[in-house]
């Protein structure tokens, strides 16, 4: 009983920025981490960015330095701030929320449904 939605996905060209945010709601007892994941045609899902309930960040290398993400914990939201865009960052952007509900005893993993993102060169 849990729902996790992203939105801000759209086209742009390269150099520009886009925001992207993701809400998770329902039965949610506690948050460990939000995150997002991206997935290119012909390739695996791959992390972009993560963080913890303290704040605390890790992002892939080749985001590093245009990529900011961010959460607030009152909402139950994350946000990615995307700069500096190339059109190798096209792909379909995914969600994930690793969370307690008050029915399971452990963490869960949960996705939202990925929104498109599209560089154009």
């Known amino acids: 009983q849990v729902q996790v939605v992203e939105s801000g996905g759209g086209l742009v060209q390269a150099g520009g920025s886009l925001r992207l945010s993701c809400a998770a709601s329902?039965?949610?007892?506690?948050?460990?981490?939000m995150g997002w994941y991206r997935q290119a045609p012909g390739k695996q899902r791959e992390l972009v960015a993560v963080?913890?309930?303290?704040?605390?960040?890790n992002y892939a290398d080749a985001v590093k330095g245009r990529f900011t993400i961010s959460r607030d914990n009152a909402k139950n939201t994350v946000y990615l701030q995307m700069n500096s865009l190339k059109p190798e960052d096209t792909a379909v952007y995914y969600c994930?929320?690793?969370?307690?509900?008050?029915?399971?005893?452990?963490?869960?993993?949960?996705w939202g449904q990925g929104t498109q993102v599209t560089v154009s060169s």
């Open positions: 994930n929320a690793q969370l307690k509900t008050w029915v399971l005893g452990g963490l869960g993993d949960y």
């Open positions: 329902g039965n949610i007892f506690s948050i460990a981490t």
């Open positions: 963080i913890a309930s303290g704040g605390s960040t």
